[in-house]
């Protein structure tokens, strides 16, 4: 009898596995799915659970745990003032698109700047700034950041802020303060009316016995009798000006009071968290007024600048060039630095609420520049009042008040002040260093 052949019967088919290849990762991706699904169809306020919350804290930067509690509603209000919404803490509509359009595709990092060279030449009292201990970025941190954030976007978005007829605290000067945020741009302005004041020349004469009168005693006239000249006798003629002298003194005003505090390069550093990237860089401009038939009311500090013809008499007298009350006496030779001396800019110090920093021979005693509470407040240290010719002068101390020197860094001091008071923030001449950006910070867009 033939056997019958057996056939053996298929395996079985086993249910695949969780571990199967490519398994796992398709529903990752269903999951995802559902929760973006989840994310855009419904209404997430306080008190929702589950995985839509999870989703909508991730997006957020804040810890996930699938419940919508006051942190959770704390950080959707940040958001939502940062974008424009209403910040009522419901994730609806509009605040789901502006996640969305946050996280897809996601910002890299806003830069964080490297350090900025401090204004002013080496040796100078610019340290680098300290460095506090590092601390990790924290999301705590992130509601603080992004209203910050959203802050800064509103303070940018000002345009120029005006101060009309600034008052240093030193009591001297004043001038006009123009702040542009989002140039960057401190601007003082001095708007001038020049006035043209007849003056005298001195010069020494000889009279000789034939009557002719020389400005110097050789060549000896022909026919003179050398032995017969009269003592040197000082003569002083009027000086009167020309049109051209006028012109030209006006635009050696106007350049030498601008490249004095221009070159200096001033650049101020804002100390607000998460502004550390807005600086102000001041410049100095001069408006001239002269010849205008009336003068517009909100022109501000205008500032008269009375001009003598011709040389200073007395140098050392009550007729040296000095600034008043919105007002400045110079003379035509104020304009030449040939000599190294930049009377036009020392005065203009004055001009801007700085104080000499030396004493004259006029007994006036040594004591503190009227800005030196200004700059101790900024770097530690006093500005004592010393006679120019001083060789223990500290030479880290500012110069260009004292004897025509170098503007240092010291000097900036009343702009500073200007600025602080404009912006209403702080700011200071060190840079400060960048507080760290929370994580989630990284995915908003302002």
Request: hydrophobic share 35%; charged share 25%.
């Amino acid at each position: 009898m033939q056997r019958e052949k057996r056939v053996a019967p298929p395996p079985a088919r086993r249910p695949p596995s969780a571990s199967a290849p490519g398994l796992l990762s398709l529903q990752s991706l269903a999951g995802n799915l559902a929760v973006s699904r989840l994310v855009a169809g419904g209404v997430l306020r306080r008190g929702s659970r589950g995985p839509e919350v999870a989703e909508l804290q991730r997006r957020l930067g804040v810890r996930a745990d699938g419940e919508f509690g006051p942190g959770t509603e704390k950080a959707v209000k940040a958001f939502q003032s940062a974008h424009g919404l209403k910040p009522d803490g419901i994730a609806g509509k509009d605040t789901r698109a502006a996640l969305d359009k946050a996280a897809a595709p996601a910002p890299a990092a806003p830069p964080i700047p490297g350090p900025v060279p401090a204004s002013g030449p080496p040796g100078t009292p610019f340290g680098p700034p300290s460095i506090p201990p590092f601390t990790a970025p924290d999301d705590r941190d992130l509601p603080a950041f992004i209203a910050a954030r959203a802050e800064l976007k509103r303070f940018l978005a000002q345009g120029h802020l005006l101060k009309k007829n600034h008052q240093p605290s030193t009591g001297v000067g004043g001038f006009n303060v123009d702040y542009a945020p989002a140039a960057s741009a401190l601007t003082a302005l001095f708007p001038v009316h020049f006035e043209f004041r007849d003056g005298v020349r001195e010069h020494t004469v000889f009279h000789w016995p034939g009557g002719k009168v020389t400005d110097l005693p050789f060549p000896i006239p022909e026919g003179e009798d050398p032995r017969a000249i009269s003592r040197p006798e000082t003569v002083r003629d009027k000086v009167g000006w020309t049109q051209a002298r006028q012109d030209v003194f006006r635009q050696a005003f106007r350049d030498q009071v601008q490249d004095t505090w221009n070159k200096a390069a001033f650049v101020f550093h804002c100390h607000h968290d998460w502004w550390e990237t807005l600086l102000a860089q001041a410049k100095v401009v001069v408006t001239d007024r002269t010849g205008e038939a009336t003068t517009p009311p909100d022109v501000g500090a205008l500032w008269a600048v009375i001009v003598t013809a011709g040389a200073n008499p007395d140098p050392a007298g009550p007729e040296r060039s000095h600034v008043g009350a919105r007002s400045a006496s110079l003379f035509e030779e104020d304009r030449d630095t040939a000599d190294g001396a930049n009377v036009l800019g020392h005065e203009s110090g004055h001009m801007l609420g700085l104080g000499d920093e030396y004493f004259d021979a006029q007994n006036v005693k040594p004591g503190r520049a009227q800005h030196s509470d200004l700059v101790n407040r900024e770097f530690g240290h006093h500005v004592d009042r010393q006679d120019a010719k001083s060789t223990t002068r500290d030479k880290a101390q500012s110069l260009m008040l004292t004897h025509f020197g170098t503007v240092h860094p010291e000097l900036a001091v009343t702009l500073l002040e200007a600025l602080v008071e404009v912006s209403k923030q702080e700011w200071h001449l060190r840079p400060k260093p960048p507080r760290p950006i929370p994580p989630g910070g990284l995915f908003q867009t302002f």
